[in-house]
Nanobody, 126 residues
Framework: QAPLVESGGGLVQAGGSLRLSCVAS????????MGWFRQAPGKEREFVAA????????SYADSVKGRFTISRDNAKNTVYLQMDSLKPEDTAVYYC???????????????????WGQGTQVTVSS
């Protein structure tokens, strides 16, 4: 098990910034690809960003490229999502997710992630 706990969500005006954090318990965090997904009301959960276990390769959805940055600190069992230039359409519940330990491929679909946090609400006002 890799329980994940997100924090950092909130209400922000368009153009503002937020940084989400996700802390994982257990000793296998450094061997897991980590991802962020989001789900807006009435919509399916969608990929936002993912990062390799080493923190090197990353992947972003086209809608957030150049505005969001994913990073991780394996010493703290934490993955971050820095969100800048926020837009109202970024409003959603944001979820942290982990791939199975040892899986090295960065995936952009929910099916590739077996562990999920409870989510944190991000609301961007216009």
């Amino acid at each position: 098990q890799a329980p994940l706990v997100e924090s950092g969500g909130g209400l922000v005006q368009a153009g503002g910034s937020l940084r989400l954090s996700c802390v994982a318990s257990g000793s296998t965090f450094s061997t897991r690809v980590m991802g962020w997904f989001r789900q807006a009301p009435g919509k399916e959960r969608e990929f936002v960003a993912a990062i390799s276990w080493s923190g090197g390769p990353t992947s972003y959805a086209d809608s957030v490229k150049g505005r969001f940055t994913i990073s991780r600190d394996n010493a703290k069992n934490t993955v971050y999502l820095q969100m800048d230039s926020l837009k109202p359409e970024d409003t959603a519940v944001y979820y942290c997710a982990a791939r199975p330990s040892g899986a090295t491929v960065i995936l952009t679909t929910t099916q590739g992630y077996g562990y999920w946090g409870q989510g944190t609400q991000v609301t961007v006002s216009s």
